[in-house]
């Protein structure tokens, strides 16, 4: 029996392509593994107006961890739209399967390293070394909306004064989507980005919100983020707004060292810092829970790209790297960091964003040929 157990869901689109690719760095590397394949993504949504079967999460269930190519997400109506016929008009309605994965398991906590290795044509900068944690399962993702809004919710919210100038709109042109944000939820992700700036020596944490405007939520995450910096001493927390962070980090990002922020705040900036490492083909991320993970790169699923072999697969073979790390195993993701990095530094083999005409199976061929 192999050692280890993981669950494969290459997903949509170019998720495929990527998968294909770590598929051949996991075998070079020796990794022992049982891949078990499971279903997610949009043609489960089309073609049975369910995005994320049960069966998947009842496979999830039997293994280590998963990994995670991309999913392709698309809007309430254009959603309804390319439901098969017989599931029209059933009242189907779609959400996120990886949002419902990160909520349904209690992934809280979203680790997102942004790395400058050295050689890459696209980084902004070379010193630029940032880890994003990401809360992962409350605020604006906790799908809590409303459209048209109810006469109850309404009435509830008319609690507060605020509110009884939206009336004068009327009830069916208002909608609602709501940052719902818990002590706990602050706390855990605040916890984990000292814990991790402690375990590597980090030198600051940066706390990214708004709560000059959002007065409840930013002030809740902002008290409980100076509670909890409290008990590391030595590692200072710097406060930013989301707004603000956004210059700095195009100004001056190799000041910046763990950034920690909720959900909605956090999906921003960790694609601005993917961006000055060479852009989402680059970013790799980690949806960690108390005892089980689903690895996944920060990209989406590019679907003009499907199929085609055309991109960048590092991002995924830098997750399978956070994987490595997550089950404990710091040779192979030792091995598998310096492999591809030098990949990156010799630039001689890399897909068109970085200026190459590999295919990305010629990429992580190459990589595995450097483990
Ligand atoms: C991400 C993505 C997802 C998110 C989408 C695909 C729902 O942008 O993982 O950052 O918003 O969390
Ligand atoms: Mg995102």
Redesign the pocket.
């Known amino acids: 029996m192999a050692t280890y157990k993981i669950a494969w869901m290459p997903g949509d689109g170019t998720g495929r392509d990527v998968m294909d690719a770590a598929r051949i760095v996991l075998d070079a590397i020796g990794f022992d593994a049982e891949y078990v394949p499971a279903d997610i993504g949009w043609e489960f949504w089309c073609s049975e107006g369910d995005a994320l079967p049960p069966r998947t999460i009842d496979i999830l269930k039997t293994t280590d961890c998963a990994l995670f190519g991309a ?1 392709t ?1 698309k809007p309430k109506d254009e959603a309804a739209e390319e439901l098969a016929p017989q599931l029209q008009d059933k009242g189907l309605s779609y959400f ?1 399967p ?2 419902k994965l990160r909520q349904l398991l209690n992934l809280h906590t979203n680790l997102r390293p942004c790395k400058a290795y050295a050689g890459n044509p696209l980084n902004f900068r070379d010193d630029i070394d940032l880890v994003v944690f990401r809360e992962n399962t409350e605020g604006m993702y906790g799908g809590v909306e409303f459209h048209p809004l109810p006469q109850s919710v309404f009435d509830a919210l008319c609690l507060n004064p605020k509110m009884k100038r939206f009336g004068d709109k009327g009830l069916e042109n208002l909608a609602l989507s709501t940052r719902i944000m818990s002590r706990q939820g602050c706390q855990s992700i605040v916890r984990q980005a000292f814990e991790y700036a402690k375990k590597h020596g980090r030198k600051s944490v940066t706390l990214v919100e708004k709560p000059n405007v959002l007065r409840e939520t930013g002030g809740l995450m902002t008290r409980v983020a100076r509670e909890v910096a409290d008990h590391y001493p030595d590692i200072p927390l710097w406060e930013t707004n989301i707004d603000a962070m956004c210059m700095w980090l195009v100004r001056k990002p190799q000041e910046y060292d763990v950034l920690v922020a909720e959900n909605m705040f956090g ?1 921003i900036i ?1 694609d601005l810092a993917a961006g000055l490492v060479g852009g989402l083909g680059f970013a790799s991320a980690a949806n960690i829970g108390d005892d089980y993970a689903v690895f996944e790169p ?1 990209h ?1 699923s590019a679907p003009k790209y499907a199929g085609q072999y055309k991109v960048n697969p590092t991002a995924m073979l830098l997750t399978v790297k956070l994987m490595f790390d997550w089950l404990g195993e710091k040779e192979l993701a030792q091995r598998l960091e310096h492999a591809v990095a030098t990949v990156i530094r010799e630039h001689k083999v890399g897909t068109y964003d970085v200026g190459l005409n590999n295919t990305t199976l010629e990429v992580a061929e190459e990589v595995a040929r450097n483990l």
């Open positions: 999913i997400s996120s990886i949002v999906d960790s920060t989406g």
